[in-house]
């Protein structure tokens, strides 16, 4: 099967790729994987809790290359948006972007997976109440 | 055979093909004896004097028998194939498995990239030891639930069990997959 351009793009390229430090308390951390690829992913974002924006984003992915390239444009798209605002990524999105074939739509689904379970261990951490519902049915 | 519960599929599974009770366990000598004797009687030479309808049947179960022998003969997928027949496995992408597993699959992935930047054949060795001893301890925490399970009256939490395991092992395989892959160094 073919990867579009933008998916090889971000295989060979992948943004953001890196560990945060999961016990400071500015930082979320959602780890999901897809076991019957044995994929897992894991992606961070550290907040400012001043502004409730999303300051930096990092991820790792051991999968294919379209669950890499989900999760490193998830990463792109995280940066300097509010908490509210990168609830509303919807795995679609990224499916459209990456022009993702149907076989790989459940890469971008695990990639939203990890947004909202990295921001519902931020607000946990926080004492916040936890707006994603990071088990959404899909 | 007939299942209360009716949760099997209405058409004939591969259990029912070859006569014997849906299990995670099976004889697998005795299926092999079976899968023989099948192989024999639906063999299209056999038939070729047949008329054309019952040539076609011969050729039907022939590659039923062949189908339902290389599921049921493979521990894996004979356990894929039952979970699903109980409608136990969900679709791709909604079986989670527990944050504690995957960060140490996470971890495991971590220093298998190590390795192939510095490889070192004792760190291979000593991962491949690891992943074996994981593998031996999923399965010995999961055989008592496939051992006792009943067709019928199977317990929820025990197919929950085994579907861990079966999703966990894929994790292990595919990092079996990807350390055999330093093999030749």
Known sequence: ?138 | MEYETGQYLAAMNYFEFFGIEPAFLVDEAGLRKQFLTNSKAFHPDFHTRKPEAEQQEALRLSSLNNEAYQVLSDPDRRMQYLLKLLGALAEEGQNALPGSFLGEMMELNERIMELEFDFDPSVREQLLSQVAGMETALFEEVFPFLERFEPGRELLQDLGAIKDYYLKKRYLLRIKENLSKFANR
């Open chain 1, 1 to 138: 099967m073919a990867y579009s351009d933008k998916v090889l793009e971000h295989f060979k390229n992948p943004r953001n790729v890196g560990t945060m430090d999961k016990s400071d308390k500015n930082v979320g951390t959602g780890l999901v994987g897809a076991p019957e690829c044995g994929d897992v992913m894991r992606l961070q974002i550290q907040v400012d809790p001043e502004t409730n924006t999303i300051v930096d984003a990092k991820f790792k992915t051991f999968g294919c290359g379209s669950a890499i390239a989900s999760s490193s444009l998830a990463t792109e798209w995280l940066k300097g948006k509010s908490v509210d605002e990168a609830l509303t990524i919807d795995n679609m999105d990224i499916v459209e972007e990456l022009a993702l074939p149907p076989v790989k739509i459940h890469c971008s689904v695990l990639a939203e997976d990890a947004i909202r379970s990295a921001i519902a261990d931020y607000q946990q951490k926080n004492g916040m109440k936890v707006t994603s519902n990071a088990e959404k049915a899909h």
